[in-house]
């Protein structure tokens, strides 16, 4: 599925040399997938912050809390053929809640390009922080947007 996905929308931006270790990075809290119609539909995962991760620092610097307070939301892909169903704000939905309970903030960093996951970010009330601009090899710059969960009331 995720080879599907990164054909049809170019997610992940880089292909990853080990697609398995690239879902399961040391940082992973926990991960979830949904199931349509008997068959895995999508995947989101809850990390703890590593160096490359913008939101963090930005949320922490905001909130003035330290970068441990915070949880990663990321590797969020839908299967194409699953698309529609609301999977992928369930799954959102479902990183929020652990890294609540784990009383965690949730922030997110998302290419600035994947105008689909930026309008879903959006319509379920995450807040840009900034976007910035990474170096993610000495030929490619990436522009990312940095999200912050909104915060309870």
Do not use: K
Not at 115 to 133: F, N, P
């Amino acid at each position: 599925m995720l080879a599907e996905v990164h054909e049809r929308d170019g997610y992940p931006v880089n292909w990853p040399a080990a697609p398995d270790a690239w879902l399961t990075p040391p940082s992973l809290i926990a991960s979830w997938v949904a199931e349509l119609d008997g068959r895995v539909a999508g995947h989101v995962g809850l990390s703890r912050s590593e160096a490359g991760d913008a939101a963090p620092g930005l949320w922490a610097v905001r909130a003035g809390v330290s970068v441990d307070t915070t949880a990663v939301v990321n590797r969020l892909f839908v299967a194409p053929s699953a698309r529609g169903h609301g999977i992928g704000a369930l799954l959102v939905a479902q990183a929020v809640r652990e890294a609540q309970d784990r009383a965690l903030h949730p922030v997110l960093d998302v290419v600035a390009s994947d105008t689909a996951a930026v309008a879903l970010y959006e319509r379920l009330g995450w807040q840009m922080l900034a976007t910035v601009e990474q170096q993610w090899s000495p030929e490619q710059t990436i522009a990312v947007r940095c999200y912050a969960a909104a915060t309870r009331r």
